[in-house]
């Protein structure tokens, strides 16, 4: 029988469930809507779209480079607990989504929540995921690149930082190497931007004032104020700036000097729960609203 948008959308509003879950459900019970909710409850499907409010600030970031190292993705996807990061579905799912990313150049969350992954929509593959696992889940960002000369990847404490470099260079097995370098240290100095250029005029004037009024604060002459701002300004390319960075193997070296000849055309750090606020709870709490699910 023919199920109307109508319909499904009425389902889709009483339930939270996705649309082709829906779908599927008032296929399953000839339209009949009270029948379909039974279904999803049953399929745990009702249920799992219940806890997209709870906090998912923990998880994995997945990240996976082509076979001929031209393309990159990143993904991370979040978990309401660390444990949970370690369930096998929950890992393939993300090894799963980064290789989709990769095959279908999809560069924007959007694209990839509106895309089908496997015959299946891909938020009721991650709706089916979180009633299978029974925490919310949430694919909370993805960045997919693209070079003419290389990609290399790097993930750090088994997977909450992930790090992607691109190289417009020819791959050699010392520029990779280098790469690989450049990557440990990016995941290990969280720079905030590639190169001092990125920073705006807006960001340097904040700056400038902050250090300013430390320094008048400080007592220093008006006359010497600008010399030394000067000098913290660098500074600040020197902390913030991958390029400008001085190298964590070797601190007599910038990024920049380091790379060489091998020129870095960009790259992407993720660590997980960057950015949200976490709910505090203890171990003991954390386990009982596991079991009451």
């Known amino acids: 029988m023919s199920i109307s948008a109508k319909v499904v959308m009425e389902l889709r509003k009483k339930t939270g469930a996705g649309m082709m879950d829906c779908k ?4 399953e019970t000839s339209g009949d809507m009270e029948a379909a909710i039974t279904f999803l409850r049953e399929k745990g499907i009702s249920k799992a779209a219940k806890k997209a409010d709870r906090i998912a600030a923990e998880g994995l970031i997945f990240v996976h480079v082509s076979e001929d190292n031209k393309k990159g993705a990143i993904l991370e996807l979040n978990s309401e607990t660390d444990f949970v990061a370690k369930n ?14 990769i095959e279908n150049k999809i560069n924007s969350l959007e694209t990839l929540k509106s895309s089908t992954m496997g015959g299946e929509l891909y938020t009721d593959a991650l ?40 190289s417009s260079s020819p791959l050699t097995e010392e520029k990779q190497v280098k790469a690989r370098d450049i990557s440990m240290h990016a995941a290990a100095m969280d720079p905030a931007y590639f190169d001092k250029i990125e920073v705006t005029q807006e960001i340097l004037d904040k700056e400038k004032s902050i250090m300013k009024t430390q320094l008048i604060a400080d007592g220093k002459p008006e006359a010497i104020i600008e010399k030394i701002l000067i000098g913290k300004m660098n500074k600040f390319y020197e902390e913030n ?12 070296l910038t990024i920049e000097q380091y790379a060489g000849d091998m020129n870095i055309a960009s790259f992407v750090r993720f660590k997980v729960g960057d950015g949200i606020e976490k709910k505090e709870e203890n171990f003991a709490a954390e386990v009982a609203a596991q079991i009451k699910g």
């Open 241 to 252: 700036c991958l390029l400008q960075q001085k190298f964590v193997k070797d601190d007599k």
């Open 88 to 101: 096998e579905d929950f890992v393939n799912f993300g090894n799963d989504s980064v290789k989709f990313i």
């Open 24 to 27: 599927k459900a008032l296929n």
């Open 127 to 166: 709706t089916s995921l979180i009633a299978t696992i029974g925490e919310n889940l949430n694919v909370r960002r993805i960045q997919y690149i693209e070079s003419e000369g290389f990609v290399t990847s790097y993930t750090h404490m088994g997977g909450s930082i992930g790090v992607l470099v691109s």
